[in-house]
């Protein structure tokens, strides 16, 4: 084997690397615009809905959000809430809720994604709606 054979294929080694790490910057980077468009358009005003239908059902939460999330809080205790935020460690970036919920000294905490498969931009009101009403379940049984 000819040292030129080997140089040649570690350079398009490095090429298809190179390339596949802009790929994946690019996929990232539209998630994260997408998801921010998600929060704006879709999950906030769904989640501020849901909020108020449950104060008037005399569950007590309030919607906050943090940098680069959403956040449905029980009122009753700090620990207590339903969060979104974006994942992107898989293949294809996806929006997750994080559920937090303490009983007495336990805390259970799930993550799970809100509609499987679905890109930040392929989410409805009524995905996000469906998501809320059963990760609020737990509270509900109070």
């Known amino acids: 084997m000819e040292v030129s054979d080997v140089r040649k294929q570690l350079m398009h080694a490095i090429d298809r ?36 239908a449950l104060k008037a059902e005399g569950y007590l939460f309030t919607v906050s959000t943090p940098s680069g999330g959403l956040r449905l809080a029980s009122d009753r205790g700090r620990d207590d809430y339903v969060e979104f935020a974006l994942d992107g460690s898989g293949d294809r970036p996806v929006v997750v809720g ?28 009524n995905d996000v709606l469906t998501f809320l009403v059963t990760a609020l379940e737990p509270w509900l049984e109070r």
């Open 98 to 125: 994080r559920i937090r919920h303490t009983r007495g000294s336990r805390t259970i905490e799930d993550e799970r994604p809100i509609k499987a498969g679905a890109a930040p931009q392929e989410l409805s009101d």
């Open 17 to 52: 690397a190179k390339a596949r790490a802009q790929q994946r910057r690019q996929h990232a980077a539209d998630a994260e615009r997408a998801y921010a468009l998600f929060l704006e358009e879709v999950a906030t005003p769904t989640t501020r809905m849901l909020a108020n």
